[in-house]
């Protein structure tokens, strides 16, 4: 569905299987998410750096990860036969940057965090932007000198999450990706509820209305890891439905910082090997996520947030001097104020309305021949059709806050 409206709404352009062009609208949106992803993790301490998208074959040979990550890996070789990769995911380079800049354990803990564009040959690419090839993610990567750090570190950047996708209009369901036990690998993936996602939950009903701290500890899975005879859900409290994953956390210790050899020294000089985290959001995911969770059969409802424009004029007679001069006004005097997309094209009333419903821009304001003469213009909610009949000064008074 989401596949569908973005192609329709002039979002996406398809260049090959699971590769897109983002268009006007569409960056609109990821800019919008992105400075809500860039706010609440800038307010945990995480540093914004831009990683590189090709990056060279002896990084990920130092992890051994390099053979191991197999055919999803686009690997690339240059004009002198040098091996190069286009990057699936950043460890190696975020441990890489660490080992070279971080060097004594005054330097911990560090968050570092980029979004940045990905390449991964999915076997499958489908649902357009949902599995694509090449991808926008948000990846953030954090060195702490203690488990007990990583672990307060893991909990900031839970709660860091359950914010960005409240603040986007999401209601997030936090599943535990592995069993957690202390000391182990903790993780959690964040998904959102959409009747077409890709995975099934099973989830504690009190969920929806738990607490960040509760959130992390409620039992939530998705379908491979559900057992009935293991769930510790009373039936009654049971919740099953389709999501889709937007976000995945992990804690993986040294995994990395050990067989890449990066270290810093102690206070006692000796070798300190951080305790890694990483942790993921899908960021052009989530914008067929967003669509899917709020969508009728008119087109997208762009939860505010993340709308591409606030508001939309459609002037229905643009060949109306006084249709016009009210358009010009309004849009004057509002958009020092409201991102405004002004729809004065030369189409159909009908085709206009249809437009306006489709791109899903939160408010409409609609100005027609008849009404104008009467000294009225209409607002109209996208969400809920709502229509309100006002003056053209009480508009611009509106739209001014
Ligand atoms: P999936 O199980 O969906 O393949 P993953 O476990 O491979 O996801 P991670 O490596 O944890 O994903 O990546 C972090 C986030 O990036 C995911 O939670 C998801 O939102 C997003 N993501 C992963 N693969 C793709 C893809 N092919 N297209 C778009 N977004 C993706
Ligand atoms: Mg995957």
Same mark, same amino acid.
């Given at each position: 569905?989401?596949?569908?409206?973005?192609?329709?709404?002039?979002?996406?352009?398809?260049?090959?299987?699971?590769?897109?062009?983002?268009?006007?609208?569409?960056?609109?949106?990821?800019?919008?998410?992105?400075?809500?992803?860039?706010?609440?993790?800038?307010?945990?301490?995480?540093?914004?750096?831009?990683?590189?998208?090709?990056?060279?074959?002896?990084?990920?040979?130092?992890?051994?990860?390099?053979?191991?990550?197999?055919?999803?890996?686009?690997?690339?070789?240059?004009?002198?036969?040098?091996?190069?990769?286009?990057?699936?995911?950043?460890?190696?380079?975020?441990?890489?940057?660490?080992?070279?800049?971080?060097?004594?354990? +005054? $330097?911990?803990? #560090?968050?570092?965090?980029?979004?940045?564009? %990905?390449?991964?040959? @999915?076997?499958?690419?489908? &649902?357009?932007?949902?599995?694509?090839?090449?991808?926008?993610?948000?990846?953030?990567?954090?060195?702490?000198?203690?488990?007990?750090?990583?672990?307060?570190?893991?909990?900031?950047?839970?709660?860091?999450?359950?914010?960005?996708?409240?603040?986007?209009?999401?209601?997030?369901?936090?599943?535990?990706?592995?069993?957690?036990?202390?000391?182990?690998?903790?993780?959690?993936?964040?998904?959102?509820?959409?009747?077409?996602?890709?995975?099934?939950?099973?989830?504690?009903?009190?969920?929806?209305?738990?607490?960040?701290?509760?959130?992390?500890?409620?039992?939530?899975?998705?379908?491979?890891?559900?057992?009935?005879?293991?769930?510790?859900?009373?039936?009654?409290?049971?919740?099953?439905? +389709? $999501?889709?994953? #937007?976000?995945?956390?992990?804690?993986?210790? %040294?995994?990395?910082? @050990?067989?890449?050899?990066? &270290?810093?020294?102690?206070?006692?000089?000796?070798?300190?090997?951080?305790?890694?985290?990483?942790?993921?959001?899908?960021?052009?995911?989530?914008?067929?996520?967003?669509?899917?969770?709020?969508?009728?059969?008119?087109?997208?409802?762009?939860?505010?947030?993340?709308?591409?424009?606030?508001?939309?004029?459609?002037?229905?007679?643009?060949?109306?001097?006084?249709?016009?001069?009210?358009?010009?006004?309004?849009?004057?005097?509002?958009?020092?104020?409201?991102?405004?997309?002004?729809?004065?094209?030369?189409?159909?009333?009908?085709?206009?309305?249809?437009?306006?419903?489709?791109?899903?821009?939160?408010?409409?304001?609609?100005?027609?021949?008849?009404?104008?003469?009467?000294?009225?213009?209409?607002?109209?909610?996208?969400?809920?059709?709502?229509?309100?009949?006002?003056?053209?000064?009480?508009?611009?008074?509106? &739209?001014?806050?």
């Amino acid at each position: 569905m989401s596949h569908r409206l973005m192609l329709q709404s002039g979002m996406i352009s398809q260049t090959a299987s699971g590769i897109y062009c983002w268009l006007p609208l569409s960056v609109r949106v990821i800019d919008k998410i992105t400075r809500i992803i860039c706010e609440e993790q800038d307010k945990i301490g995480a540093n914004r750096v831009f990683f590189t998208t090709i990056q060279p074959a002896e990084l990920w040979m130092e992890s051994g990860r390099y053979d191991d990550y197999g055919k999803e890996m686009l690997r690339i070789v240059d004009r002198k036969d040098n091996n190069f990769l286009y990057s699936p995911t950043n460890e190696e380079q975020a441990t890489d940057v660490f080992r070279r800049y971080v060097k004594g354990y +005054k $330097g911990l803990p #560090v968050i570092l965090y980029q979004i940045h564009w %990905k390449f991964r040959d @999915e076997i499958r690419p489908r &649902f357009g932007v949902m599995r694509g090839r090449e991808f926008l993610m948000k990846d953030g990567y954090s060195f702490a000198s203690s488990f007990e750090e990583a672990e307060e570190i893991y909990r900031r950047i839970f709660k860091s999450y359950i914010a960005i996708f409240r603040r986007i209009g999401l209601t997030p369901i936090p599943v535990q990706a592995d069993s957690g036990a202390i000391g182990g690998n903790m993780s959690h993936e964040f998904h959102v509820l959409a009747e077409t996602g890709e995975s099934t939950l099973y989830y504690d009903k009190k969920l929806l209305t738990a607490s960040d701290e509760e959130l992390m500890t409620t039992f939530a899975v998705s379908d491979e890891k559900y057992d009935p005879k293991v769930t510790p859900i009373p039936e009654s409290e049971l919740q099953v439905s +389709k $999501g889709i994953e #937007v976000g995945h956390i992990f804690y993986f210790g %040294k995994k990395y910082s @050990e067989p890449m050899n990066a &270290f810093v020294l102690d206070k006692d000089g000796n070798k300190l090997y951080p305790e890694m985290g990483s942790y993921g959001i899908g960021v052009s995911r989530l914008v067929a996520a967003i669509i899917e969770a709020s969508h009728d059969d008119r087109g997208i409802i762009w939860p505010e947030p993340v709308a591409p424009f606030d508001v939309t004029i459609l002037n229905l007679h643009t060949k109306n001097a006084e249709c016009c001069a009210a358009a010009d006004k309004i849009y004057e005097a509002i958009s020092a104020r409201k991102e405004v997309l002004y729809d004065d094209r030369d189409l159909s009333i009908g085709e206009k309305m249809a437009d306006a419903d489709l791109i899903g821009i939160p408010w409409q304001i609609i100005i027609g021949q008849k009404n104008l003469a009467n000294g009225i213009i209409e607002i109209k909610k996208r969400a809920t059709g709502e229509i309100t009949k006002m003056s053209l000064e009480a508009i611009i008074e509106r &739209f001014s806050k």
